[in-house]
Nanobody, 126 residues
Framework: QVEVVESGGVLVQAGGSLTLSCAASGNIFTISALNWYRQAPGKERELVVSITRGNYTNYADSVKGRFTISRNIALNMVNLQLKMNSLKSEDTAVYYC??????????????????WGQGTQVTVSA
């Protein structure tokens, strides 16, 4: 079981900056990828940025050069941040943190986890 909690979403003016945080904890044996998604009203959820275990990052074209992902991995927990600069009204959305990888059970069996947070609202005013 891996629990994910996001925080940091607020109302911010266009052109401003904001940092979102995500804390994942639980039976984390390995991490395959850490992702930030967002979903704007009336739109499908989209990937904002992904960072792999090997530190490879993949940003959506719409946020390249403005958003930066960072992470801190410890035993059975991960802290993830999304630094957002030069915010635009089109960045308004609910932002979700997603973590997936493998847990190790008491029987030494591995099980995949794919955990999501509850989301945090970011509103950018024009």
């Amino acid at each position: 079981q891996v629990e994910v909690v996001e925080s940091g979403g607020v109302l911010v003016q266009a052109g401003g900056s904001l940092t979102l945080s995500c804390a994942a904890s639980g039976n984390i044996f390995t991490i395959s990828a850490l992702n930030w998604y967002r979903q704007a009203p009336g739109k499908e959820r989209e990937l904002v940025v992904s960072i792999t275990r090997g530190n490879y990052t993949n940003y959506a074209d719409s946020v390249k050069g403005r958003f930066t992902i960072s992470r801190n991995i410890a035993l059975n927990m991960v802290n993830l941040q999304l630094k957002m600069n030069s915010l635009k009204s089109e960045d308004t959305a609910v932002y979700y943190c997603n973590v997936w990888g493998y847990s190790k059970g008491a029987d030494s069996r591995y099980a995949r986890y794919d955990s999501w947070g509850q989301g945090t609202q970011v509103t950018v005013s024009a």
